[in-house]
């Protein structure tokens, strides 16, 4: 006997169906018809920029993750700016997404696993009244406190109804493009704006590798990454939550990361949090050698392989273990003696002895993949 579906959401589904009628077909009829001002093609992509690194940089990784600090005009800017995102409020969306990072890939519990398929993560966790969308804003209290994000909550249906509709049918009447504008600026930029969000719990679960967490379905992907703010680097992400970065490296795509780091250094931003260089090696490392040894366990030379490989992880754990023994004794020595120009710069030769120890250590284990796989 199958499961019944949980109720439809009729006001979510209106809602999906009028903005895709509006954006999808609506903007691009009136385009082929009466074209649009270059002032509507400005606000819309103002309009696209701004809405989704509130959401990134803001929702996420200010609010929902606490990666950093920001001062009240940076905060004040998501909060209006992320309710033109129609996202619904701060507290609403680090609620469930603080649960969707607590149970991920958790049918039961994670509100848009995808492990009840792409399309549940992507829009269908909204259309009905599953269980594990409910709102537990036990999530967020820390986040009640913060004035701004109350304010927000308090008022976000006239702040969504102000930025999506007020904002451009008076951007629209200065311009002499009222349609244009509400059509582009507002439907189009909205409807094109969130798919690129919900693909962050669909494709970001589904499209790449999973180079430093094995243990749950996120990814790391380039592609995505365009399509989502930087946000597609998801596997690092989900494996260190607590860095403001999802791109770590300085060439991959991630405004997010860029305007956080930009905000820093304008006094706007504070007290950013980055995962130590040596724990992200560790991850891509341990990664490496769970792979290596599924690999080898069905090959007929495993054998041949296997005291190398164990060689390899004893050195890898003796690294982890005296990274440790270093962590242990900046801890002991205390503030002061961190002030110490000599013993800051000796700790600081250890780590960066043990992260070279790390990094040769993943060229060895990358040659032997390709020995194995060429046996």
Same mark, same amino acid.
């Given at each position: 006997m199958t499961q019944e579906k949980p109720r439809l959401v009729y006001?979510?589904? %209106?809602?999906?169906?009028?903005?895709?009628?509006?954006?999808?077909?609506?903007?691009?009829?009136?385009?082929?018809?009466?074209?649009?001002?270059? /002032? %509507?093609?400005?606000?819309?992509?103002?309009?696209?920029?701004?809405?989704?690194?509130?959401?990134?940089?803001?929702?996420?990784?200010?609010?929902?993750?606490?990666?950093?600090k920001a001062a009240w005009p940076l905060r004040l800017f998501f909060a209006v700016f992320g309710a033109q995102s129609l996202q619904n409020s701060v507290l609403v969306w680090c609620a469930r997404h603080r649960v969707h990072h607590r149970y991920v890939d958790d049918v039961e519990r994670d509100p848009h696993s995808i492990k009840s398929g792409f399309w549940h993560a992507h829009m269908g966790w909204m259309l009905r009244r599953y269980p594990t969308s409910e709102i537990d804003f036990d999530q967020v209290r820390d986040l009640e406190r913060d004035p701004i994000v109350a304010w927000q909550h308090r008022h976000y249906w006239p702040l969504t109804w102000g930025m999506n509709l007020g904002l451009p049918l008076l951007l629209g009447w200065l311009v002499g493009d009222i349609v244009g504008m509400v059509l582009l600026a507002g439907a189009f930029r909205l409807a094109f704006s969130q798919q690129c969000t919900f693909f962050i719990n669909s494709l970001a =679960?589904?499209?790449?590798?999973?180079?430093?967490?094995?243990?749950?379905?996120?990814?790391?992907?380039?592609?995505?990454?365009?399509?989502?703010?930087?946000?597609?680097?998801?596997?690092? =992400? =989900?494996?260190?939550?607590?860095?403001?970065?999802?791109?770590?490296? /300085?060439?991959?795509?991630?405004?997010g990361k860029w305007l956080i780091a930009a905000a820093s250094w304008m006094g706007l931003a504070y007290e950013l949090r980055r995962t130590p260089r040596f724990k992200i090696r560790r991850a891509r490392l341990q990664v490496q050698f769970r792979e290596l040894q599924e690999r080898l366990a069905g090959s007929p030379d495993a054998m041949t392989w296997s005291e190398t490989l164990e060689r390899e992880y004893q050195q890898f754990k003796d690294t982890v273990a005296q990274w440790q023994a270093v962590q242990a004794e900046r801890v002991a020595a205390g503030k002061a003696a961190i002030r110490d120009k000599w013993r800051r710069t000796e700790l600081s030769t250890r780590y960066r002895e043990l992260e070279y120890r790390l990094k040769m250590q993943a060229r060895r284990l990358a040659t032997l993949r390709q020995a194995a796989a060429a046996a």
């Open positions: 006001e979510n589904l %209106t809602f999906f169906i009028a903005i895709a009628v509006l954006g999808f077909v609506a903007a691009p009829a009136w385009f082929f018809m009466y074209g649009f001002s270059g /002032w %509507t093609w400005a606000f819309a992509g103002i309009f696209w920029v701004l809405s989704g690194l509130s959401i990134t940089a803001g929702y996420h990784r200010l609010w929902s993750h606490r990666t950093y =679960h589904t499209l790449g590798k999973r180079t430093h967490n094995l243990e749950n379905t996120a990814r790391d992907s380039g592609v995505v990454a365009l399509l989502t703010w930087g946000e597609g680097y998801h596997n690092f =992400h =989900h494996a260190f939550q607590a860095d403001y970065r999802n791109g770590i490296s /300085w060439w991959q795509f991630d405004p």
